[in-house]
């Protein structure tokens, strides 16, 4: 089951799904019938940790 983004406030937003095996579903709102990325666990995990410590900001 996809959870849309909590910070999804138009019509851009993320959509993720945990599978059962563990890998990690994303895909974009705009174009439900692409394909999603697939992150393992771990890929995902590292990516969530670095989006916390900031790793990715901008500014």
């Given at each position: 089951m996809y959870r849309t983004s909590s910070y999804c406030g138009t019509s851009s937003c993320v959509e993720v799904a945990v599978l059962p095996s563990g890998d990690v579903h994303v895909r974009d709102t705009?174009?439900?019938?692409?394909?999603?990325?697939?992150?393992?666990?771990?890929?995902?995990?590292?990516?969530?940790?670095?989006?916390?410590?900031?790793?990715?900001d901008f500014g």
């Open positions: 705009k174009d439900r019938s692409r394909p999603p990325h697939t992150f393992t666990a771990q890929e995902w995990s590292d990516f969530v940790r670095g989006v916390k410590a900031g790793e990715f």
